[in-house]
């Protein structure tokens, strides 16, 4: 298939797009970097064997998009494309619509002008919100406690609406992800924050490379085994690999809209991460518990079984796995490391 990525230099957009080639699809790219850096091109160029053809613009660039989409032609669309700080999303709330609501109405409009008929939307669990009991699963009730998460949602509506218009041809699959973390095994990419981490996991890497003092454990009296929160940790790869699956599924034709949690279906505490983090770097990690962070809930962990069927997947990276080839990566970044 002929498949556009937004996005696609992206953490999650990196590694779905070798996946994608590794598959045999045919990708172009479109990407503004505003998250992301220019040489991840040339890393997935490297790890795919194959050239990339990109096109740097913002989605919200309607004419040139629809440029891009008319030259391409694309069968099915795979829209990351979006800003993703659950913390600036309330610093600046309007920007964050405009984004995440704005470039994807732009988007879902060029794919209509150009007749492409297959949307694949990375969302996210924060449409939860507090949980009413864990695993998570589709059906629960969604009510996300932030500006980020209110995005991600009304983009969920948005593509629903254009799926069910009148004369619609469009197929969507939107898949929510518990809590993305890992690296390409090659160490060649992996995540990229800007500044201090929010997420817990480059935190971590961060501190067991020495960049850190160390690890704020963010609240110890949760509901959960040892008191600290609960999630459900999801190696990129496997990750990517779903999106290959979604975008198989829609080319069936089956169904018309999937709406799919990708997790692994089991959680881990903040220590058991430290833990595990320390085992695979081989030295302890330093970590002080404090108080709750604002707005954090205690557990959060995926019920997958509709991905699992529906797609033919399952995640199959271990915690060992997500925190080794996490670790490789942070050895690896360039001047990340002493
Ligand atoms: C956060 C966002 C969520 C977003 C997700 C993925 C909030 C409230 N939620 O989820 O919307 O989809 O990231 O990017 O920001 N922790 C520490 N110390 C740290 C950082 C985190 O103890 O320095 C703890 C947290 O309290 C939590 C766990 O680690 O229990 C995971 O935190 P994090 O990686 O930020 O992800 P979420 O809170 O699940």
């Given at each position: 298939m002929k498949v556009l990525v937004t996005g696609g230099a992206g953490f999650v957009g990196s590694h779905t797009v070798v996946e994608l080639i590794a598959a045999g699809h045919d990708v172009r790219v479109v990407e503004n970097f505003c998250n992301s850096e220019r040489w991840i091109v040339e890393r997935i160029e490297r790890i795919t064997g194959q050239t990339l053809v990109l096109d740097e613009l913002d989605i919200r660039d309607?004419?040139?998009?629809?440029?891009?989409?008319?030259?391409?032609?694309?069968d099915a669309v795979i829209h990351f494309a979006a800003l993703k700080s659950v913390?600036?999303?309330?610093?600046?709330?309007?920007?964050?619509?405009?984004?995440?609501?704005?470039?994807?109405?732009?988007?879902?409009?060029v794919m209509q002008q150009v007749g492409c008929k297959h949307?694949?939307?990375?969302s996210s669990a924060t449409v939860y919100g507090q949980p009413e009991s864990c695993p998570v699963a589709e059906t629960a009730a969604v009510g996300p406690g932030n500006p980020y998460g209110r995005t991600k949602l009304i983009g969920e509506w948005l593509i629903r609406d254009c799926v069910a218009a009148p004369g619609s041809t469009l197929s969507a699959a939107i898949l929510r992800y518990f809590n993305p973390v890992g690296a390409?095994?090659?160490?060649?990419?992996?995540?990229?924050?800007?500044?201090?981490?929010?997420?817990?996991?480059?935190?971590?890497?961060?501190?067991?490379?020495?960049?850190?003092?160390?690890?704020?454990?963010?609240?110890?009296?949760?509901?959960?085994?040892?008191?600290?929160?609960v999630r459900d940790y999801i190696h990129v790869v496997d990750l990517a690999k779903a999106h290959v699956a979604a975008l198989n599924a829609l080319s069936v034709g089956t169904d018309r809209e999937l709406t799919l949690n990708l997790g692994t279906g089991r959680g881990y505490s903040v220590l058991e991460l430290i833990e595990t983090f320390s085992a695979v770097v081989g030295h302890p990690i330093p970590y002080q518990r404090q108080?709750?962070?604002?707005?954090?809930?205690?557990?959060?962990?995926?019920?997958?079984?509709?991905?699992?069927?529906?797609?033919?997947?399952?995640?199959?990276?271990?915690?060992?796995?997500?925190?080794?080839?996490?670790?490789?990566?942070?050895?690896?970044?360039?001047?990340?490391v002493d």
């Open positions: 309607r004419a040139a998009l629809l440029a891009v989409a008319r030259d391409y032609a694309p913390s600036e999303s309330t610093e600046m709330p309007a920007s964050y619509y405009d984004v995440n609501v704005g470039g994807t109405a732009t988007l879902l409009d949307i694949v939307f990375s390409h095994p090659s160490g060649l990419m992996g995540e990229l924050p800007r500044g201090v981490p929010n997420n817990l996991a480059p935190y971590i890497t961060q501190t067991a490379a020495g960049q850190r003092d160390y690890i704020r454990v963010f609240g110890d009296d949760y509901a959960t085994p040892d008191g600290t929160g108080g709750r962070r604002a707005g954090d809930i205690g557990e959060c962990w995926a019920d997958p079984a509709l991905a699992n069927r529906v797609l033919g997947w399952r995640a199959e990276k271990s915690l060992q796995d997500i925190c080794a080839d996490a670790w490789r990566w942070q050895q690896a970044i360039p001047g990340a």
